[in-house]
Structure formats: structure tokens, C-alpha cells
């Protein structure tokens, strides 16, 4: 068995396609997605309507959450919130249609299986009731408790936006980073490839170039704030894209 691991595609179509065709390309023959499909990209309901024709087992992202509140806390959020923080998340809305955000509700926190005799969890960010994401530096004490408090020997997540893959006491935990929008300096999509055998585990991770010019001119098409770009761009968060220092 050889899975393609995936997670915060943000609306990223060009780079999702490039990652798919890719995992294709090494044997992979299903797609775990870990969530974050929408906010700050060009392309949320291509993207979601990819990831549905893929037939990928998916869960639902922490952002693709908030865009389902937008219109409950819109007016908290427009005095709250930073003015692109706020702008993406209104485009994205307004962007989808009703069985977009239909497909996005239905999504489950997390999924369970067994593959290979190995308990599996499929999920967006820490197990637990933390909502944090459990990252390369995460310290061993935290992670043998949370394979305990989990119940799984391979424990698949996002969030952080940053590749990672860490055993402890037996317990795999694999983050496969962003597919559309990394934080690492490395702009380039980042996913997983995951192959589980009787005998082992084995965790490959890879960096794919993709249609980088076509994702910015469609930003700015749309007229997006242009720190959107500068984020794909530079594989950067908002925060450190927006600091004064830069």
C-alpha cells in the first residue's frame, strides 16, 4: 500500500495538480488529506471539486472551519481581525457554492483505520482536544502521550505547514506539510509519500515545483491583497510577510 499524505492545499489548484501528478508518477494509489482545502488561494472550489473526483479519504482543516462561520462572526471578525486575514476569509466564502460548503461540513474530524495490521489516524491537527500541531521539534515526552491518549501507530497531520516524521515508543507521527502554502523559506508543494507493508513503514517526503506564475496572476486578477502573493511566492506565513522588518 503506498499513500499519497496531503494537507493545507489553501486553494493552491496549480501546485495540488502538480503534487497528484507527481505521487502518480512514484506508485501511489490513494490520497490522504489532512485539510485546510481553502483561504488565501485562487482556486477553493477547484480545489475542492479535484479532491472530490480524486475520491480522497479527507478531513476537515481548522480554516476550512472558519470559513464555514464567516457569515456568524463576520462583523466580530471585520473589527477583530487583520484586514487581509479578514479579506481572505470573505473572498473564500463568497467564492463557494452551497454544496462546497456542504461537502466542507460533512468532512469529519478525524479518520480511523487499519492498515496492514497498523491502527491509523487521519487527522488536520494534534490528537487530543488540543488545537495546536505537533511539529519536528515537539518533545518526546509530549508525543509518547499523545500516542497513548490516540490510539494509533500512525498518526497523520497537518497544521504546522512544515514536513516532519518522527517515531516514538513504536507510534509514527508524520506531518507531510503544505501542499499550497509552506512557511519553511521553500516555496515549493510539499507532501508525503507513505508505504505500509507487514514487516515496515516507510516515509518519503518530496518537494514538487509547480505553475507558480499562473497561481500569483490569478491572485492579482482577482485582486487580492498582495501579500497573498508574496506568501506563495516566498513560502512565508502572513505574519512574517506583513512584519515591519521586512
Not at 467564492?95 to 469529519?108: C, E, T
Request: some cysteine; proline content about 4%.
Amino acid at each position: 500500500m503506498k499513500a499519497a499524505l496531503i494537507g493545507d492545499v489553501h486553494a493552491n489548484l496549480p501546485a495540488l495538480r502538480a503534487v497528484l501528478d507527481h505521487a502518480r508518477e512514484q506508485g501511489a494509489t490513494s490520497i490522504w488529506n489532512t485539510g485546510d482545502l481553502v483561504g488565501y488561494g485562487a482556486y477553493p472550489r477547484e480545489v475542492i471539486q479535484q479532491i472530490q473526483g480524486e475520491e480522497a479519504l479527507s478531513t476537515i482543516g481548522s480554516y476550512d472551519q472558519q470559513v464555514l462561520r464567516f457569515k456568524k462572526r463576520q462583523k466580530r471578525w471585520r473589527r477583530k481581525k487583520r484586514v487581509e486575514e479578514y479579506a481572505a476569509l470573505e473572498w473564500t466564502y463568497n467564492q463557494l457554492a452551497k454544496k462546497d460548503r456542504k461537502y466542507l461540513r460533512f468532512l469529519s474530524q478525524e479518520v480511523r483505520m487499519t492498515v496492514k495490521g497498523r491502527r491509523v489516524l487521519l487527522l488536520h491537527g494534534c490528537p487530543g482536544p488540543s488545537a495546536k500541531s505537533v511539529g519536528a521539534k515537539e518533545p518526546t515526552k509530549a508525543l509518547v502521550a499523545l500516542a497513548s491518549e490516540a490510539g494509533a501507530d500512525l498518526i497523520v497531520c497537518g497544521q504546522s505547514h512544515k514536513p516532519s516524521a518522527r517515531q516514538v515508543n513504536g507510534c509514527w507521527f508524520i506531518n507531510p506539510g503544505s501542499v499550497g502554502l509552506p512557511v519553511d523559506g521553500d516555496p515549493r508543494a510539499s507532501y508525503a509519500l507513505l508505504a505500509v507493508s507487514l514487516e515496515e513503514v516507510k516515509v518519503q517526503h518530496h518537494r514538487v515545483g509547480y505553475d507558480m506564475d499562473k497561481m500569483v496572476a490569478t491572485l492579482r486578477d482577482n485582486r487580492l491583497p498582495e501579500a497573498f502573493a508574496e506568501m506563495f511566492q516566498q513560502g512565508l506565513d502572513l505574519e512574517a510577510v506583513l512584519a515591519p522588518t521586512r
